[in-house]
């Protein structure tokens, strides 16, 4: 990419808002001439902004291969996305990016057998790959995504993956939530614990998404279980200004989240400094 | 080269003046910063070190990148940028102007995100260094491998008793040097290598001259992190930000928004990494003690940096922080606790 006017948006207009959970709607954007802001692979990111509100790094969590619009699924948590939280459908918004690299679907991710791991607002960035791996499916071997979330109202794109991800198009969806809830029938407890218990083999390919702790977690899981750290992807989010790399708040040791990640493979997550 | 009688630095002044806004260390209230020439301006070319270091002639500490108006959910968006006026700097010391060169690599060399602000500016600067006839005590660009006895930018000059050399080094001095050369008579490099040798001679003295940066390279990336001897050295840091904004290669910036009444300005200025909310997130900060921030901007200057760039140390020995810091603590004190922990 180049791009000259990297700190300079471009405006997009709001077209749809999907509640989630209690705190989290997914947004969807196109440019104001309709049709998507700009192209992006799996895993990159945006910059969002309302011009007196603020502006903040969300990650893209449509596929690609949806050339109509670009979807961002947003949890409240501060100025700009409380804002957006009461925004209304027409509503415009600035746009920058698409920053950052991007999941390795079209080099190490290919045939290979793929697992999904993703705690709370964590699915968002993930969503992104799994659809366009599902758009892709003939590119890919076996798909087990392992998802949970605090409560089941808690769980994002629910409606999605009821209807959507199943087993008829080879896409395995393996829901646990924190604490026993009225009207839930599946698993109950964390998830690293769950990952366990579904007997993954570590020749898998795996992507691994959530809060912190529960990354760490996992990726503690994974070891003991036998997985490969070079074949763990994992995506971070620190705070960020430029998104180019310049502004110097979001490095990880010599590597900055917004150029260098955010998706980084696990073996060298492993060799930079535990600063995030 | 070129030689001029000192006598007649002001008709000179006048003359670059005439061709591009002239900027020079002036003292103005008691403070030495680079200012705007006028004929009646206290000129100040002994001094070594103005306050702040000329960096924001080409990175102001603020900048608009963006104007917008907001109607209902409409937002129209205003293209402010504005050209800039050519402009020439003198009596740059040679460690403020291979500051530009550093900002330059983070700036201009990443071909992918050009930042076309500082690019302008670049374009439109001159840079006329200065020799520095008495190196201070502060100073320690040597271990930078630069020469004060030899500055670099687009022309040097050397003040030597009554007589003042100036020689072109880029296309762009040359320009320069080509609308004003009716001024000058011809000079023989011969002429200034004496005062060159003393200045050498001083440069030999410095209490920090043999101060040494080796073993600050990328592959000792975790242990410089993880030294013990952050605890002890960071201690007393105030977190003032005093070293962030008078260095001459801090870059890190923020970008805010502010309602002017008419318009919204998004506006780039200068930031400070020690600062606690810099890296402060909705779901976390994963910098919130004192050492995490004092260790985060002596190794992006002497670890990460030279990482991403080739080897290049994001220090060029000036000394400000040397002179300023409240707590005397400060980029040599860092680099010898690092070193001996290394050699333990």
Redesign the interface.
């Known amino acids: ?9 471009k ?1 997009g207009i709001i077209t749809d808002i999907r509640d989630e959970t209690p705190d989290v709607k997914t947004f969807s954007v196109t440019a104001l001439n309709g049709g998507v802001v700009f192209p992006h692979m799996p895993g990159q990111c945006a910059m969002l ?1 309302i ?5 903040a790094m969300f990650s893209i969590c449509s596929s690609p291969t949806n050339k109509e619009f670009m979807e961002y699924s947003i949890k409240k ?2 100025v700009l ?1 409380d804002w957006l939280h009461l925004a ?1 459908i ?5 746009v920058r990016g698409p920053y950052g690299n991007a999941f390795p679907v079209e080099d190490d991710l290919k045939g290979k057998d793929i697992l999904f791991i993703a705690g709370g607002i964590g699915l968002a960035p993930l969503r992104s790959v799994i659809n366009y791996v599902r758009d892709h499916r003939e590119n890919y071997g076996e798909v087990d995504i392992v998802y949970g979330a605090r409560s089941a109202d808690d769980l994002v794109f629910r409606k999605e993956i009821e209807n959507e991800w199943d087993s008829k198009n080879g896409v395995k969806v393996h829901l646990t939530i924190d604490r026993e809830q009225e009207g839930w029938d599946g698993n109950v407890g964390f998830v690293p614990g769950f990952v366990k218990s579904l007997k993954f083999t570590p020749d898998r390919t795996t992507l691994v998404c959530g ?2 702790i529960m990354i760490k977690f996992v990726l503690k899981t994974l070891e003991e279980m036998g997985f490969d750290s070079t074949k763990i992807y994992t995506t971070m ?3 960020m ?2 998104g ?11 590597k900055y989240v917004c150029k260098d990640g955010p998706v980084f493979r696990c073996d060298d997550l492993a ?1 930079l ?1 535990d ?2 | 080269m070129l030689k001029l009688p000192v006598s007649k630095m002001d008709e000179l002044f006048s003359l670059i003046n005439s061709e591009r806004t002239l900027y020079m260390p002036l003292e103005k209230n008691s403070e030495i910063c680079f200012d705007k020439w006028s004929s009646d301006a206290s000129i100040r070319l002994d001094k070594l070190n103005t306050v702040k270091s000329p960096k924001d002639f080409f990175f102001p500490a603020s900048e608009n990148i963006a104007a917008f108006k907001t109607k209902g959910k409409e937002i129209i968006m205003d293209d402010i940028r504005s050209e800039i006026e050519p402009f020439a700097l003198f009596g740059v010391r040679a460690c403020d102007a291979e500051s530009f060169n550093l900002l330059d690599l983070i700036f201009l060399n990443d071909k992918d995100f050009v930042d076309t602000f500082y690019e302008s500016r670049r374009q439109n600067g001159i840079i006329i260094t200065t020799a520095c006839n008495e190196p201070e005590e502060t100073c320690f660009c040597n271990v930078f491998n630069i020469d004060a006895a030899n500055p670099g930018g687009d022309i040097s000059t050397w003040i030597i008793d009554d007589t003042l050399y100036w020689n072109s080094l880029t296309k762009k001095g040359s320009g320069l040097t080509e609308k004003i050369k009716k001024m000058f008579e011809q000079a023989d490099e011969s002429e200034i290598a004496d005062h060159q040798a003393k200045i050498s001679g001083v440069i030999n003295k410095l209490p920090f001259k043999d101060l040494s940066l080796d073993g600050f390279t990328g592959e000792a990336l975790i242990e410089k992190f993880s030294s013990n001897q952050w605890e002890e050295i960071c201690h007393t840091c105030l977190s003032c930000g005093t070293c962030t904004f008078i260095c001459p290669t801090c870059h890190c910036y923020d970008i805010q928004d502010f309602d002017t009444g008419k318009e919204i300005h998004r506006i780039k200025c200068w930031d400070s990494c020690m600062y606690y909310d810099f890296t402060l997130m909705a779901h976390g900060n994963p910098r919130t003690s004192l050492l995490e921030r004092f260790r985060q901007r002596y190794m992006h200057k002497l670890v990460y940096f030279p990482e991403n760039n080739d080897g290049a140390y994001a220090c060029v020995g000036c000394g400000r922080c040397v002179q300023k810091c409240p707590i005397s603590m400060n980029i040599v004190k860092v680099a010898k606790a690092l070193k001996y922990e290394g050699m333990k």
């Open positions: 990419m180049n791009n000259k006017e990297a700190l300079i948006p405006l902004s011009p007196g509100v603020g502006e948590a501060g996305t209304e027409g509503q415009q918004i600035t809060p912190p989010e620190l705070r200004k430029c180019i790399g310049k502004c110097g708040r979001c490095n990880i040791g010599s060799k400094p600063e995030y």
